[in-house]
């Protein structure tokens, strides 16, 4: 019965949610897909992005990012408008791209790899409500306090200077997971 209803729920769902692993073929994702979870090694895929207009979530799991990834990853975040959940897994990335302050609709972010230092327009992101990363620093949080919706960040790790005063104190809730 299990098997009967997960047959149904992937036909039904097959032009929202797709699944992109290595052995797939770019042009078998839809046009229309909402949730994409995407694990690629190579960055050439990533330039069809811009033409999932509707694209509301995406997992992007990338291996192998060196800084002439930079680039091409500034092109990807100015080209998801209207993304809604954005979860990372780039290994060797230190630095989220500058153009992550466009995604003015971005509720939730998700950073599982160490970034030591965020870019200063993400500030911008006014609507981020869950910001999830393995590590944080008062380094990287320093402008935290623009991002009024803020209310959960869910960390392993949280090093700070002591007399720290300037972060947001109207959280809902900060997790901190023991490792």
Not at 84 to 103: E, F, S
Request: charged share 25%; proline share 3%; aromatic share 10%.
């Amino acid at each position: 019965m299990h098997a009967l209803l997960h047959d149904l729920a992937r036909k039904v769902s097959h032009d929202e949610c797709f699944r992109f692993v290595k052995d797939k073929k770019i042009d078998q994702i839809p046009n229309t897909v909402r949730h994409l979870y995407f694990k690629i090694d190579k960055l050439s895929l990533l330039k069809d992005v811009d033409k999932w207009k509707n694209l509301r979530t995406l997992v992007l799991i990338f291996r192998g990012y060196v800084n002439e990834h930079a680039k091409a990853f500034e092109e990807v975040f100015k080209s998801l408008k209207s993304i809604r959940v954005l979860c990372l897994t780039i290994d060797g990335m230190k630095v989220l791209p500058n153009a992550i302050g466009n995604l003015r609709h971005l509720r939730y972010l998700s950073i599982h790899h160490d970034i030591p230092r965020l870019p200063g327009s993400f500030c911008k992101l006014y609507q981020l409500q869950v910001l999830a990363s393995e590590k944080f620093s008062t380094e990287s949080v320093l402008g935290l306090n623009d991002l009024i919706c803020l209310r959960h960040m869910i960390t392993s790790y949280v090093y700070y200077e002591k007399n720290r005063r300037d972060w947001n104190t109207d959280f809902i809730s900060m997790v901190v997971i023991p490792c």
